[in-house]
């Protein structure tokens, strides 16, 4: 057991508009907090300002998988979905606030010896669920020490 | 980079028996953790001690986005499915415990300059499964610098 | 408010193969964990390194709750979807990537007074989503005062 002085880091990371589906962001989450590499024991938590777009880990090797998540969420949770009620901003937005809150707002992923301590085959996911979602704002908190 | 002694709060905070369906309780969260004004950056994790409610982010101007909601889920986990075999605590406890689970127990919300970082649209929802949930019971717990 | 020196502590925890289904594993977690009792306010999170098996929390008492999962689950996601681009690894293989993320590869959960501050009748699944998963690597960081 350690006891030792505690570090916060906050950076603000905006992603350029992406067309609608599920996009690997591993590179560019890990490029906008530097000071990973000094953290020994930690906690990296990565969070998307949005409603209607949203985080997930998920395979990192074969594009397949994430055409195949597009695919599923399509099926799952239809655009224009005839019982919705808040249709005034186009028949994909009602669609696109539940499948972000089906696979949710952020991560916490453990840090380990200056590197995320994730799976052989774990890649984080930006999920964009409206077709025309615009530049996507995370704020990314790193704790550790 | 910043070094400095760290802070940890931790608070309860019980809600009152809320219908059947989605319920913004962003201001109730606040409110439970007057510190939040004190931390310059940290992570508020908030977290429901129940297995049928559960805890969202989304949207949090219109009502009719929350009414989707629970349209949506109404459809997607039907009550009383036939092939539950977890009958005997009512037609709504087994499709809840689902429900709970896809949302989630927990949030955890960047803390930035005193206020949550949250993105414009973003409130916090408390999901009632339940036709008869009663009080909730929600852990506060407040970190940072 | 209380300023202190706070303690970091990572953990590995392998658990063995498990058959498809839900597992309850707290006793399994907490062992992992024995300065858990050190700690009187603070956070563990937990974390599983893979994309075909999830944790959630869930009711921790009756063993049809996890049954019933199991059966919503392969009806909301079933084998071998006939949309499913990326069947390479086995009918069972994109549908547990897709339950993985709806389901989520961490848990925070709040540390009071030395124990986990869940709910009475919370308990963590491990999620096997797949037929032959094998053992399954965890990441255990606690962290508070």
């Given at each position: 057991m350690t006891y030792a002085l505690g570090m916060w880091i906050q950076h603000p990371l905006t992603l350029p508009a992406m067309r609608r589906g599920f996009h690997l962001i591993t590179r560019e989450v890990v490029a906008a907090v530097?000071?990973?590499?000094?953290?020994q024991v930690g906690l990296l938590h990565v969070f998307i300002q949005h409603t209607s777009a949203s985080l997930t880990l998920n395979e990192n090797a074969s594009p397949d998988v994430r055409r195949d998540f597009e695919r599923y969420f399509n099926r799952a949770v239809p655009d224009a979905w005839p019982d919705f009620e808040h249709t005034l901003e186009g028949p994909d937005d009602m669609a696109a606030h539940i499948k972000a809150s089906v696979l949710g707002p952020g991560l916490t992923l453990p840090v380990q010896a200056g590197r995320l301590a994730l799976g052989r085959w774990q890649g984080i996911y930006l999920c964009e669920h409206r077709d025309h979602g615009g530049p996507r704002r995370l704020v990314l908190t790193l704790q550790g020490e």
């Amino acid at each position: 057991m350690t006891y030792a002085l505690g570090m916060w880091i906050q950076h603000p990371l905006t992603l350029p508009a992406m067309r609608r589906g599920f996009h690997l962001i591993t590179r560019e989450v890990v490029a906008a907090v530097p000071e990973l590499t000094q953290v020994q024991v930690g906690l990296l938590h990565v969070f998307i300002q949005h409603t209607s777009a949203s985080l997930t880990l998920n395979e990192n090797a074969s594009p397949d998988v994430r055409r195949d998540f597009e695919r599923y969420f399509n099926r799952a949770v239809p655009d224009a979905w005839p019982d919705f009620e808040h249709t005034l901003e186009g028949p994909d937005d009602m669609a696109a606030h539940i499948k972000a809150s089906v696979l949710g707002p952020g991560l916490t992923l453990p840090v380990q010896a200056g590197r995320l301590a994730l799976g052989r085959w774990q890649g984080i996911y930006l999920c964009e669920h409206r077709d025309h979602g615009g530049p996507r704002r995370l704020v990314l908190t790193l704790q550790g020490e």
